[in-house]
């Protein structure tokens, strides 16, 4: 186990799903439809002698032209959602098989015994780190001197005995203090590759290690070979 400082190079890449509403015409087809018969029976049966107010006319041809654009507003906001889902969707599938960073405490320790945290303190303090199994268990404890800015923590998948644990998810929880005692905030975020992608769920969800993260919580792509 030991700390590394950061090396890869990587694309930030955020991407906020808007949060909307489908729409639904029927009603306002439904009311447009009964507007447009009412106006028609009153021109149809208004009496010679006193003919409809032309201001009134007026007023409901307004009536009319605005239920009209309404509908085709409803529309067009139809198809912007649908083309929203359908970008969202296209770039989802583009993070398959791509080494991400995400914001997140668990990591997947692999057949070669390796698992890495990002971590990150805004000033020099002593950090513990502690990983437990999926049940909660404590597999590994230790304390290290950490320097300002991100700094990756390797975990090889071994104790301070010497025994090896087996592969799978596991959590690290850190604190900090600095040299006067005080504690420091630490961020936790983990790295690992795409597996698939759900695009049943909107927005769209990745799965990273068996976990699933939004897209939003992508915080960089690491190149190949970084």
Do not use: C
């Amino acid at each position: 186990m030991s700390l590394i400082p950061p090396t890869s190079s990587g694309t930030s890449q955020q991407t906020r799903a808007p949060s909307s509403m489908p729409v639904d015409n029927t009603e306002i087809a439904s009311n447009f439809t009964t507007f447009l018969q009412l106006l028609t029976t009153q021109l149809k049966n208004q009496d010679p002698l006193a003919p409809l107010d032309t201001n009134q006319f007026t007023q409901q041809l307004v009536q009319f032209a605005q239920v009209e654009q309404q509908m085709k507003q409803n529309d067009q906001l139809s198809t912007l959602i649908s083309l929203d889902k359908s970008a969202q969707s296209t770039v989802a599938l583009t993070y398959v098989g791509q080494t991400v960073v995400v914001d997140g405490s668990t990591s997947q320790l692999s057949s070669a015994h390796k698992a890495s945290w990002l971590l990150n303190v805004a000033k020099p303090a002593t950090t513990t780190v502690t990983i437990t199994d999926s049940t909660g268990q404590t597999v590994y404890s230790g304390s290290f001197a950490m320097n300002p800015g991100d700094q990756t923590f390797v975990w090889d998948g071994t104790n301070s005995s010497g025994k090896t644990w087996p592969p799978g998810t596991y959590k690290l929880t850190a604190t900090a203090v600095d040299t006067s005692g005080q504690t420091v905030a630490v961020t936790t975020q983990t790295q690992g590759v795409v597996d698939s992608v759900d695009l049943t769920q909107d927005p769209p969800t990745l799965s990273i290690g068996g976990q699933d993260y939004g897209m939003n919580q992508i915080k960089k792509v690491v190149r190949s070979g970084a």
